[in-house]
């Protein structure tokens, strides 16, 4: 049994009717919105946002069928920013395939996006639970800040430690914290439960983006994709950040400017070789060991906030899905 395996069984079956839910969600009758939902998916990740939802429901009193329709609105919710998201950002692949907008068009991106939104609307209003449409509408403000944010800070590529901290918990760490609020909320959790769900969840969520940043730093063929991706798209994240902080002035601002020169596509430069530069520059100052640490840190607290649960099934699959972000290869 692989550790994705282990994670979903306590929630099989009701993980399977999600699925199904989901699938009936992005159905369309009109031909080119039909075409891009088909192709959305044909594309799907890791779906661990929908995995935490249910788990949290498992861990409170059962998930119930508000339970499922509130996976399916976080999910979908989550796929509309990426949608929107890599319009912004003009990312030309989405998991290794064609974005929307380029597969389509930008207007097509935004459009199927909307549908995707309205369909979350909808859900939502069917649950019946004003603390669920209040977690999923402030995850939705918080994803757009964090955007926003993002972009303010890209302008100069360069941030702070903090800034770094600000973008990731409002772009990811808000949407793992939603979704483990949520599912308790589905299945009736108390205020205590609640709030340690959404700490977890918080924590999780930070893992979860460290881990993604320090993946960029890998073997490309181990990682089985390109890496340095984030550079190229004129980010600097937290392994970079560290070892700009301890580096010499000299090294540092031939750094910078081999990043600045990748981001923006310098048609003089070797990448390759600009890209070595750069990983072993960040290797020599442990700015990838820095990351671990912030990590770790982040996965004690998230373990501490399941202390508030009694030992289950569910709370061994939560630890195996906390183990398995900071573990996982790509």
Known sequence: ?????????????????????????????????????????????KQLRPQLVLLAAQLCKGITDKTIDTAVALELLHTSSLIHDDVVD????????????????????????????????????????????????????????????????????????EQYYRVIEQKTACLFAACMEAGGESSGATMHQSSALREFGQHLGMCFQIKDDILDYSDSDELGKPTMGDIRDGKATLPLLI????????????????????????PHIDVFQAEQEIKAFVLRYDGVRYAYQQMQKHKEKAIEALAAFHDSAAKKSMILLLNYSINRLK
């Not at 999923?136 to 430690?161: D, R």
């Open 90 to 161: 003009s990312s030309p692949t989405r998991r290794g395939h064609e974005a929307i907008h380029i597969r389509w068009t930008n207007k097509v991106a935004i459009l199927v996006g909307d549908f995707i939104l309205a369909r979350v609307m909808q859900l939502i209003v069917q649950v019946r639970n004003a603390r669920i449409l209040n977690i999923v509408a402030g995850m939705a403000t918080s994803l757009s800040s964090g955007e926003l944010l993002q972009l303010h800070s890209n302008a100069t590529m360069w941030i702070s430690e």
């Open 243 to 266: 070892a700009l902080q301890r580096g010499s002035q000299e090294e540092c601002a031939h750094i910078r400017q081999l990043a600045e020169d990748l981001s923006h596509s310098a």
């Open 1 to 45: 049994m692989t550790i994705e395996q282990e994670i979903l069984e306590p929630i099989e079956q009701p993980f399977r009717l999600f699925e199904r839910t989901f699938k009936e969600a992005l159905q369309s009758e009109q031909p080119l919105l039909k075409d891009v939902l088909q192709y959305l998916l044909s594309k799907r990740g």
